[in-house]
């Protein structure tokens, strides 16, 4: 089952609890990465995420750099090319998203290795770790073929894996709750809801 899929499947089953999820766009999270983050954190001129921010970028910097991604392609990235957020829990202003088997790789594992220890975060690192390690050598080759912006040809489990830090750090920089990720390696975007939706946020504190 395709990974859209998944969270259609997630949505629809937290629906049917009473939870409204949708898709949705933010500025801060665009092809330019922790540029086009920076970019908008200064466009805003909020002092609250003033030193979130900064911590942010240097972690990411800092993945983007391990993952061998190429800097001047993100100063040169489109700003207004959104990264799509497949659910939006608009009432918490929670962003969330539905892993399946292609988002545990070495690269994941590399940059989640870079988190630091008091990072603000909607899941298990530990447990996200222990299935990187357990999957990569059967993860690390999905899209080997396939170039990705940034990163080159066979770059798209590295592209995969900083997409994943940028919203996992930049969505509680920018003063939304941790990005919530819910595991759900066979596709099954239901199952995952009924392991996980009780624990979902109803709405702002």
């Not at 801060?28 to 540029?35: A, K, R, Y």
């Not at 790789?105 to 909607?122: F, K, N, W």
């Not at 920089?173 to 009924?194: E, I, N, Q």
Request: glycine share 10%.
């Amino acid at each position: 089952m395709p990974p859209a899929d998944a969270s259609a499947g997630f949505a629809q089953a937290a629906a049917e609890d009473g939870i409204e999820l949708r898709s949705q766009t933010f500025d801060w999270l665009c092809e330019q990465g922790h540029v086009g983050l920076e970019r908008v954190a200064k466009e805003r001129r909020d002092p609250a995420i003033v030193e979130p921010v900064k911590a942010a970028l240097a972690v990411l910097a800092g993945i983007y750099a391990r993952l061998k991604g190429d800097i001047a392609v993100l100063h040169a990235a489109r700003a207004n090319l959104y990264l799509p957020v497949e659910l939006f829990h608009e009432p918490s202003g929670t962003l969330i998203e539905v892993d399946g088997r292609e988002h545990f790789t070495s690269a994941r594992l590399t940059a989640l290795e870079q988190y630091p220890p008091d990072v603000r975060l909607g899941f298990d690192i530990d447990e996200h770790k222990r299935l990187c390690r357990e999957l990569r050598a059967e993860t690390d080759g999905l899209g080997r073929g396939l170039a990705a912006k940034g990163f080159g040809f066979g770059g798209a489990t590295r592209e995969r894996a900083y997409h994943d830090a940028l919203m996992d750090l930049a969505a509680p920089a920018m003063g939304h709750p941790p990005l919530v990720r819910v595991t759900a390696l066979d596709g099954d975007g239901a199952a995952a809801y009924g392991r996980t939706g009780a624990f979902l946020p109803r709405g702002r504190d």
